[in-house]
């Protein structure tokens, strides 16, 4: 009785001497291992966890003397350090009561790549997956992706209610053996930038497939907006809904699932619930804000499919994404990249045209146009070279130095009345052309709101466009359908962008 009794005050003293000394130990987070990428020349930020009021030493490889910082009284660090230009390998030591050693450290250029599937989309095939059929001649671009200085860390997909302070991954070197998992838009794009410079590029990848905007919104832009107030107001109901909801959907799936007819059509649409990944901001409270003391270049971004029926809301939804970000890290001039949805028979011209408007009205944003890469039946075009080697034309241009590079397709600026025709003024027109010859895309319309097939020349670096049916023009559009051709390029072989001239009332005015 007694040895047991010894024993037992014995396990509580160790239980309770490991459970001290674990609390004291530093801690670091996921993003923060072997393998990562660092901003070059910059002031970066470092953190962790430690015993409250614990010092924290911390050792750069590339630097002369150490920092020190001592955590909180909630055991939290954050600290600052500065990098050099790009190179490495380096180490980074972590030392408190423990010691931890960051290996192969790159000094380069870091971005966060965030959205839904077609940012999502890896390299290679996924066979449990209908959906991730791999890019155009996979097997060769894994072959041959041998790129030690490109690097990515996925963020694993997860729902929370409150912001996080850690998440799961890990950094991965880009190789033959790796690269198949990785965001196939984020590789050409980090791929065409290191060839350029020479940099190391890290990727960090925060995508989910089929998720809306709102998911990777903070809940307080939502909580303070009216028109997006309505959003949090419909998830709330539905929540309260999903119980019963989610006994009709298992009923109405188990009686698809026992169709064998050839008629059955889609699986039933499972409810919305509080975990799911289309939940306002909960992807942003999991998948974003664990990232956000994370210093990074800027941000590339493919996302809109599911916002598409209420594309004019979007307008305002992705730009105030893009500023909350931008306040996230504490620098309003982040750069912030984004594809135009590809052509698609669910698609219509109004989030394209929100789109557009996004890099119109908020600063320092760059937009990839890809109307030239759609397919009718498929929402996820395998050819994400021409999407990742566009993309990284803007930041080329604006990051690193390539001025006389033509980096963004035409897009519409102004038009002019002049007679029974209308001139369209783009900018990044220089050397207007077509595929072949022929302009079918610009229809016309008087003030009667009745647009009609036109007649349209390339004149300079403006288009005119007319139709005998049209005496007094009014307005114009192009490509505006679900699934526009791409038709009119500059010189550089980039497509313009679909636009409308008019402000009438669209579809989804209205929608929120």
């Known amino acids: 009785m007694v040895r047991a009794s010894i024993v037992t005050l014995l396990t509580v003293v160790f239980y309770s001497f490991y459970c001290t000394t674990s609390r004291a130990q530093v801690k ?28 924290v030493t911390i050792q750069a490889s590339w630097l002369s003397k150490p920092v020190t910082v001592t955590a909180g009284t909630d055991g939290k660090w954050l ?34 790549a965030s959205g839904q599937s077609n940012m999502e989309f890896t390299i290679g095939k996924d066979p449990s997956s209908s959906w991730r059929t791999g890019v155009v001649n996979y097997p060769d671009v894994i072959a041959a992706a041998d790129f030690p200085a490109i690097r990515m860390i996925d963020v694993g997909n997860k729902v929370a209610d409150e912001p996080q302070l850690d998440f799961s991954g890990q950094w991965k070197v880009c190789s033959p053996k790796t690269v198949d998992t990785f965001s196939a838009v984020a590789y050409y794009y980090a791929r065409e930038i290191h060839n350029a410079t020479g940099f190391p590029v890290g990727i960090i990848n925060s995508t989910w497939g089929g998720t809306p905007a709102e998911s990777w919104t903070r809940k307080e832009v939502l909580e303070n907006d009216t028109d997006f107030k309505v959003i949090l107001e419909r998830y709330e109901q539905q929540c309260k809904d999903y119980p019963a909801e989610a006994e009709k959907y298992k009923a109405a799936y188990t009686k698809w699932k026992a169709d064998t007819s050839k008629n059955k059509g889609g699986a039933p649409r499972e409810p919305m619930g509080p975990n799911s990944n289309k939940s306002p901001y909960k992807l942003y409270n999991a998948m974003i804000a664990p990232l956000a003391p994370y210093t990074i270049k800027g941000f590339i971004w493919y996302q809109g499919e599911s916002n598409a029926d209420r594309a004019y809301q979007y307008r305002r939804l992705f730009p105030a994404l893009i500023d909350s970000w931008r306040k996230e890290w504490n620098n309003n001039k982040l750069p912030f990249y984004f594809i135009q949805i590809s052509p698609h028979r669910s698609q219509n011209a109004e989030i394209r045209e929100a789109q557009l408007y996004t890099y119109r009205t908020v600063p320092n944003t760059g937009i990839v146009i890809t109307v030239d890469n759609g397919d009718s039946l498929d929402i996820h075009p395998r050819n994400k070279e021409l999407v990742g080697k566009r993309l990284s034309l803007w930041a080329l241009h604006n990051e690193y130095g390539q001025k006389k590079l033509t980096y963004s397709s035409p897009l519409y600026r102004s038009m002019k009345t002049e007679g029974n025709k209308i001139r369209i003024q783009f900018d990044f027109a220089d050397g207007l052309t077509t595929k072949d010859n022929v302009l079918r895309e610009f229809v016309i319309a008087g003030s009667d709101e009745r647009f009609v097939p036109a007649q349209a020349a390339i004149e300079g670096n403006t288009v005119v466009v007319w139709s005998d049916q049209v005496q007094q023009p009014v307005a114009v559009r192009y490509d505006w359908k679900n699934m526009p051709t791409g038709e009119l390029y500059n010189k550089a072989g980039l497509p313009a962008s679909p636009f409308r001239t008019d402000n009438w009332k669209i579809s989804t005015q209205g929608k929120n």
Do not use: R
Request: aromatic share 8%; no cysteine.
């Open 28 to 55: 670091l987070p996921a993003i923060i291992s072997d393998n990562m990428v660092v901003q070059q020349q910059s002031d970066v930020a470092l953190w962790g966890w430690a015993q409250p009021a614990e010092k």
């Open 79 to 112: 600290t600052h350090v500065k990098t050099v230009k790009a190179g490495g390998p380096y180490s980074i030591t972590f030392k408190a009561s423990n010691v931890i050693i960051v290996n192969n450290v790159l000094l380069g250029e870091v971005w966060l």
